[in-house]
């Protein structure tokens, strides 16, 4: 036990060298400009309200600046970054390939190459002994970018191959077709699509959605037919609703192509034949507080999920023909403490994956009615289900994983309730699962609810004592559940005495739709104080020390970061807000911003008081005040369509001018790239490893 305890304490010291207080320039100080906003409640001041100007040369000279000064302070740790990203690299493996899918007579997997930054995607024909077909290597499509992110669309012949990319990280994606075949693309190019695209069923035409180039709302579908002019490309459906947002996907019989209008807490689903769209027809109109997803396996119905009257959803059975909730009839009914997440339709099968106790499974149904569960046994873990292109197979793909479980892919016989375990994740450098441990606890928060956490650390270097280090991870918005899945770059945390947690606050539906409502509008606050009062357990249980601890969150996670280091800066040691979206109420009142207007009904109408007076309320750019925080690290993408570059860098600039200690508050800006941060697979472990040097970072200084 000595030796490990001396591992950390020699690692500590010497991967880093020590703070080099000269030569480091003085933190860079935002200009302050006045600026009044006439807001429906009153008049704000925003001295930093010029930053959300992209072209003004003066907002590039201070994220350069800042990005320059982080650069200077974390000069000296360097040597370590290199070595922790030589650790999180040594963990992922290098040839690495999914488990192959059969479909339509070809076998499809994708696969990486040795230093190869994005997948290939491949087939084999009839046989996984036959000769290897590159349907499209991402590393040739992307050696010339700095930013990739793409994904491929089969036509229903399996004969040409959509390819969908990004090559900025501004969401705006382009579709080339590639003619399998012959190998050659067509000259067929669209542009600025958003959302997904489907083809037709008689491979001659794609259907995609387009965003506003402003507001980035996805309001309309066009379809393409292959050959003709993309200029001529005709509307098929125009939502104008501005809440709205919309999603293409086509059906599991493919006979329908099916169009999602929705906001946070509603939407529209539209339907056209996929053989030849045109027409597109409601299901249901949209009602408020009414959400549900469609599908289509066999004659002539559809089954649909659904939170009407079930705000744990259930599965209803409805006539293509009616456009009534009235003639909706349950085949999967309302369960009040089971959470119906998912469900995935088969020839023979109803596969539904439910929560309930904050634990998933997964449960099987037949034709007879008759259902069986697939059991999981660790305290925590995560599971999906994985890709099962097949409408008529009798297996399902599923994949598991758990806070110490590497990802682990499994088949499913559906008729005989047995398990296959088809690959587990590889860790090149060694992994020995029996060195961790996993707990899930229930933390009590201050409105008596159970708030499910889950923790890991490493046994032989972590002790309860109230002495270790640990970090706390959150999100808790839009419904979105935070999963208690494997992850490789935290083993770099784990090995050096931290403790890692996973909290699954109101605002997700770990617990069920009440967890989500809880959690949103006038009820956002309870994300924040859950998460307080979780960090607050691991302190008083002796799981952390009391200065030891950090936070993390990313987006709507970073209002979370932004508001709990506003509310209880005294809990945490460092906090690290990435994409946070922290200007709260400028944000919700522009309605020209990115993704705003149907985002009300998350967050808020700062047209309505009482709503207003609530987000103001928490807001972190507006509750930022004189007084000591704790080192933060925040990032961004100049890019970023999702939380714009300047809600993060007006944060900073303002934390800047106000806090009255000495801690680190560095700003990261990814010029490069989005919302995700770098795309490559080894680029973005270069900002894991300066995470966690910030983190060490803030450990060594007094």
Request: aromatic share 12%; hydrophobic share 35%.
């Amino acid at each position: 036990m000595r030796t490990a305890f001396l591992f950390l304490a020699i690692g500590l010291h010497m991967a880093l060298n020590l703070r080099a207080q000269s030569n480091l320039p003085p933190a860079p100080v935002a200009q302050k400009i006045p600026y009044t906003i006439h807001g429906a409640f009153g008049d704000r001041q925003d001295d930093y309200f010029w930053m959300k100007d992209r072209g003004n040369k003066q907002v590039l000279t201070y994220l350069k600046a800042e990005n320059s000064y982080l650069d200077a302070v974390m000069a000296h740790t360097q040597k370590f970054q290199d070595t922790l990203f030589q650790e999180l690299k040594g963990r992922v493996k290098e040839d690495a390939s999914t488990v192959p899918v059969w479909y339509k007579g070809f076998y499809y997997y994708e696969r990486y190459v040795p230093d190869g930054e994005y997948p290939v995607y491949c087939r084999k024909k009839g046989s996984l002994d036959a000769q290897e077909e590159i349907i499209i290597d991402g590393n040739a499509l992307g050696a010339k970018e700095e930013f990739l992110e793409f994904y491929v669309q089969m036509s229903p012949d399996q004969n040409m191959a959509a390819v969908v990319m990004d090559v900025h990280g501004r969401n705006f994606f382009t579709i080339r077709i590639k003619d399998l075949r012959t190998g050659k693309w067509l000259q067929d190019v669209i542009h600025d699509t958003r959302n997904g695209c489907e083809w037709t069923s008689d491979n001659s035409t794609i259907v995609y959605s387009v965003p506003d180039k402003e507001t980035l709302r996805v309001y309309q579908v066009k379809k393409h037919v292959l050959g003709t002019a993309e200029k001529n490309d005709p509307v098929l459906l125009q939502e104008n609703d501005p809440t709205l947002d919309i999603y293409l996907y086509t059906s599991r019989s493919e006979k329908y192509i099916l169009i999602d209008a929705e906001r946070t807490d509603a939407n529209v689903v539209y339907y056209t034949d996929a053989s030849h769209p045109d027409t597109c027809t409601a299901v249901v109109p949209l009602e408020a507080n009414i959400y549900y997803t469609v599908d289509h396996a066999e004659g002539d119905h559809f089954l649909i999920r659904t939170n009407y009257n079930a705000v744990n959803y259930r599965l209803v059975k409805a006539p293509v023909a009616s456009h009534s909730k009235s003639d909706w009839t349950d085949v999967i009914p309302h369960r009040e403490h089971v959470f119906l997440d998912e469900v995935e339709l088969f020839k023979d099968f109803i596969v539904a994956e439910e929560t309930e106790n904050g634990l998933q499974r997964i449960r099987v149904i037949d034709k007879q009615n008759k259902s069986r569960d697939i059991a999981f046994e660790e305290a925590a873990y995560w599971i999906n289900l994985d890709e099962n292109p097949d409408f008529n197979s009798k297996e399902i793909r599923y994949q598991y994983a758990s806070l110490i479980t590497p990802f682990s892919t499994y088949a499913y016989n559906m008729e005989t309730g047995t398990s296959t375990l088809l690959k587990q994740q590889e860790i090149p450098s060694g992994y020995d699962k029996s060195q961790y441990a996993t707990e899930r606890i229930l933390v009590p928060a201050r409105d008596g609810k159970l708030i499910p956490m889950a923790i890991v650390y490493k046994k032989d270097v972590y002790r309860k004592d109230g002495s270790a280090p640990g970090f706390i991870y959150g999100y808790g918005a839009y419904g979105y559940s935070n999963e208690d899945y494997f992850d490789t770059n935290i083993l770099s945390l784990l090995d050096r005495g931290f403790v890692y947690a996973n909290t699954h606050v109101r605002g997700g539906e770990e617990m069920g739709g009440d967890w989500y409502e809880d959690g949103k509008m006038l009820h956002k606050k309870n994300t924040f104080f859950d998460f307080i009062d979780c960090s607050q357990y691991l302190i008083d249980n002796g799981y952390v020390a009391k200065d030891k601890l950090f936070a993390n969150g990313g987006s709507a996670g970073g209002l979370l970061m932004g508001a709990v280091t506003n509310m209880r800066p005294d809990l945490y040691r460092g906090v690290i807000a990435d994409v946070p979206f922290v200007d709260v109420i400028t944000t919700m009142e522009d309605e020209s911003i990115p993704l705003t207007t149907f985002e009300w009904l998350e967050w808020g109408n700062p047209k309505i008081k009482e709503q207003y007076d609530y987000m103001m309320s928490y807001s972190p750019y507006d509750n930022v005040e004189v007084k000591a925080y704790p080192n933060l690290l925040v990032t961004t993408g100049w890019n970023d369509s999702q939380v714009q570059y300047h809600e993060p860098a007006k944060y900073v600039a303002k934390l800047r001018a106000m806090k009255t200690d000495d801690n680190l508050l560095l700003f990261k800006i990814n010029m490069g790239a989005g919302h995700g941060g770098n795309s490559g697979r080894y680029e973005s472990l270069k900002e894991i490893a300066l995470m966690y040097a910030f983190i060490f970072e803030c450990l060594d200084r007094n």
